[in-house]
């Protein structure tokens, strides 16, 4: 049924193009009732001057000004996008190795990595290390929004549609476009500090931590017949506690946590002198980012201009693992005499440089560029030990390096011509894209089995670096892979009330082969102000080399719960081909989009619902026990194992009267797994299915003058489930129901150049539901850290200055 529908989608835009083609042929007159149009929007269409209420697919934007009256936590990009598109959905996930750090988001509820990021309109390079130990977003190398500067930022675009046929790989659940500032005069620095006063029932404490200092700065400066415009922000970022006291029921105790039922009755253990402390961290790590931005463009007596663009950040970030007790085989004595917490430590560079060119040849706009981006991931533990190594064991390791790096070229034409007095827009290009993927292994003791044999507790001392061992050098690896596209798009304005858009594209990958898709999207205006809008589209989604090549080690719940050493393994090791692995194949989708658009002067009001099926999705599998393998008691890697259906809508409304705006959003998004082999874990299910909200409310109000402008926001999280899976069929489940939280910022504008601001991120210090005993790992985590979008750390108190110049 797909095949057919993907060969009717792509006949239909094949015959609109050529339709569109021969017509430009034939018609090279009067290009300037088109060229004369305000560019609104970069993301969506090709074509200039379309904006987003007469746009055939939903396109959210969020202002320069929207991001700095936020009432987010820091100012973060992910923040800013978590409280304002109503189908964002970014958690701060907690105890989830990488992921504490580099933070992954969802479009629609499907994964980080089937949403396309852009900027300025070109595809920006994805994270070089996979989440595995994360709920959502798992097995995903999402890109980082928190690595660009805010104040470098002019507008947000949010295209929530496929949009595959358009972009390339990736663009399932939508697209996601950051256009950077380019004035060439003025400027704002800008200082804010805020942290966490909140009440913490499980230890029924009242705490103030996660103090967060931001400086950012943008300045535009203009150069003869050009411009420059540059940005920079630094965030340090204390962290955060909400951990519970430890309770510490175990069996025997030869794993360092094995959970039993709340009915069970606990042994006698020697770590009885650890119980009823605060053992754990849960929540947010300590952070130190430093970003930075800048634009160019200069204009040549040829008529074209110069241009460039680019971003560096460094962050320097700290995640929890889980606590290891003093009798414990995971542990050397002599050490750790009272246990120990291993803290995992990166240090994560990213850089992006852009340059092209662009202007107008032969009533043709052409623009060429070249994009090259590169993510440095230094994964690194302290506070651990290898207890194979007995008393000689170091404390901090190098666990391994992972370096991801993306070079695009494109070059792109359109032509803006009428035919018959209606306007057409023709769009073609070419894109060239390479990619590589590189691993560095870690230091000698983070992996090497030593001749300690015995552990604390009388089992086998564990092999490796606590909190993950690291890569060792037969495991590394140094891949690349090329692709080329080409595409061809083109907009009918039919009438002046029918738009048809269309567009086909052709991708090859040197490594798994070539796909062709296509789109085609029409709006209907029937009465004044009302119009219906669709699209229909086939999608894909490259497997990233991350996914079919990334190894490494990390700990997970085997049987009963036990700790285990599990070790992710590419598709092409052969221990993974033992036992069942294959190169990893595309996956295909396709989409359907029905909505309409009301809007006057002052009300607008947009409804659209989505479908997108999605065929040989990859997923993370479970972990596979294996024996006589020194050091690894788990294996796992991804294959192409299921299918899914996503449905929902989107119902978004604003209105303005005199000095009020007043907002409202909500979003339904349901996935259902159609398709999955036998004895596919429970526990992925529910990362699927039902680990993100079903549903999202956003309700939000601004009043503003001269002098004070105020937002009050609430939003309105809807139920998630986490099911654990234990093994011998003890699979604990947890419902947490809906939450609000309720955001606030009030601006005074001092001087008509200084402004001074209050806020609040979930004034009324609202929590998920504590977890039942079961899966709060014994009182340890009394918060789920892994799915909930309100996040566990409370209220968020913040000051704020800016200054403009």
Same mark, same amino acid.
Not at 613 to 642: H, K, Q, W, Y
Not at 727 to 753: K, L, V
């Given at each position: ?43 969506? !269409? ?49 105890? *989830? ?161 094995? #959970? ?49 663009? &680019? ?60 994009? @090259? ?42 032509? &803006?011509?009428?035919?018959?007095? *209606? ?16 691993? =560095? ?96 589209? =086939?999608?894909?989604?490259? #497997? ?29 090791? #052969? ?62 890697? @991804? ?16 209105? =303005? ?75 604990? =489940? ?41 899966? !709060? ?11 909930? #979008? ?10 704020? !200055?800016?200054?403009?110049?």
């Amino acid at each position: 049924m797909k095949t057919r529908t993907r060969k009717v989608v792509l006949l239909a835009c094949s015959v609109a193009l050529y339709s569109g083609a021969a017509t430009a042929q034939d018609n090279n007159a009067n290009s300037e009732s088109s060229a004369e149009l305000e560019e609104i929007l970069v993301v969506g !269409s090709r074509a200039p001057g379309r904006s987003a209420e007469d746009s055939p697919v939903p396109v959210d934007v969020l202002t320069a000004d929207a991001l700095v009256q936020s009432g987010t936590i820091g100012g973060e990009v992910g923040s800013l996008l978590q409280s304002n598109i109503p189908s964002f959905n970014m958690p701060r996930q907690s105890n *989830s190795d990488q992921a504490d750090i580099v933070r992954a988001a969802q479009l629609r509820g499907l994964n980080p990595d089937q949403v396309l990021v852009l900027v300025n309109g070109k595809r920006r390079h994805a994270n070089s290390v996979i989440s595995v130990e994360s709920k959502l977003g798992k097995g995903a190398a999402p890109v980082d929004f928190n690595n660009i500067p805010t104040s470098a930022i002019e507008r947000i675009e949010v295209l929530r549609d496929g949009a595959a046929a358009q972009y390339g790989s990736d663009a399932i659940a939508g697209v996601i476009n950051i256009v950077l500032k380019q004035g060439n005069d003025g400027g704002n620095v800008s200082a804010s500090y805020g942290g966490h006063i909140t009440s913490v029932d499980p230890v029924n404490e009242d705490v103030t931590d996660g103090q967060t200092a931001t400086i950012s700065f943008n300045k535009g400066f203009s150069l003869g017949d050009g411009f420059l415009n540059v940005s920079g922000e630094y965030r340090d970022r204390s962290a955060t506690n909400r951990a519970g006291f430890d309770q510490l029921p175990t069996i025997g105790f030869a794993e360092f946590i094995v #959970p039993v039922p709340s009915s069970g009755t606990p042994e006698a253990a020697p770590n009885d002198a650890v119980a009823g402390q605060r053992n754990y961290r849960m929540g947010d790590g300590e952070s130190e980012d430093l970003n930075l931005s800048f634009t160019a463009g200069i204009d040549l007596d040829s008529g074209f201009e110069l241009y460039g663009f &680019g971003t560096y950040s460094d962050r320097e970030a700290e995640g929890s693992n889980f606590f290891r007790y003093p009798v414990s085989d995971n542990n050397v004595a002599a050490i750790h005499p009272n246990g120990f917490l291993p803290i995992g430590v990166a240090d994560v560079t990213d850089f992006s440089l852009a340059g092209g060119i662009k202007g107008e040849l032969s009533d043709w706009t052409v623009d060429g560029s070249l994009v @090259f981006g590169q993510n440095t991931f230094d994964d690194n533990l302290r506070n651990s030990v290898n207890s194979s190594l007995g008393a000689a064991s170091p404390t901090s390791f190098n666990r391994a390096e992972y370096e991801y790096s993306q070079t695009v070229v494109n070059l792109d034409a359109s032509k &803006g011509f009428e035919f018959g007095g *209606s306007p057409v827009n023709i769009a073609t290009g070419l894109e060239f894209r390479r990619e590589d993927y590189q691993s =560095t292994a870690g230091d000698q003791a983070s992996y090497i089995a030593g001749t300690v044999t015995t552990g604390e507790a009388g089992g086998d001392a564990r092999i490796g670096a606590q909190g993950g061992a690291g890569l060792q050098p037969g495991e590394t690896v140094d891949v690349d892979r090329n692709s080329f596209a080409v595409y061809i798009d083109a907009e009918f304005e039919i009438t002046e009330t029918f738009m048809l858009s269309t567009a086909v594209r052709y991708e090859d990958f040197d490594d798994f082969g070539n796909t062709t898709n296509g789109k085609l999207a029409a709006r209907w205006e029937i009465a004044n102000d009302f119009a219906l809008r669709g699209a229909v589209s =086939t999608g894909f989604r490259a #497997p990233s080399l991350a996914q079919a090549y990334f190894s490494g080690s990390s700990n997970s719940f085997g049987t009963g719960g036990a700790l285990i050493s599990t070790v992710n393994l590419p598709t092409s090791d #052969p221990l993974a081909r033992a036992n069942g692995a294959v190169d990893l194949e595309p996956e295909e989708s396709d989409s359907l989009s029905l909505g309409f658009t009301w809007s006057n002067d002052a009300f607008n009001l947009s409804f659209d619902y989505y479908e997108v099926d999605i065929d040989d999705r990859i997923v993370l599998g479970g972990t596979l026990a294996v024996a006589g393998v020194p050091g690894i008691e788990g294996i796992r890697f @991804f294959s192409n194992a299921i299918d899914t259906e996503t449905k929902g809508f989107d119902l978004v409304a604003s209105y =303005t009267l005199d000095q009020w705006s007043f907002a409202a959003a909500y979003n339904d998004s349901d996935t259902d797994i159609v398709s999955s082999p036998a004895g596919f874990s429970i526990e992925e299910v529910n990362t699927l299915e039902t680990a993100a909200p079903e549903n999202k409310i956003i309700l939000s109000s601004t009043w503003a003058n001269d002098q004070v402008s105020v937002l009050v926001r609430g939003i309105r999280y809807g139920e998630t489930q986490r099911i654990f899976d234990f093994g011998g069929g003890f699979e604990p =489940t947890q419902n947490y129901s809906e939450e609000w939280s309720i955001d606030t910022d009030i601006q005074f504008n001092i001087t008509d150049a200084w402004s001074v601001a209050i806020g609040a991120n979930n004034l009324l210090d609202e929590y998920p539901d504590e977890s039942i005993f079961d899966i !709060s790992f014994f009182g340890n985590l009394p918060y789920d850290g892994g799915i909930s #979008p309100l996040g566990v750390n409370g209220r968020y108190v913040y000051v704020r !200055s800016s200054f403009d110049f």
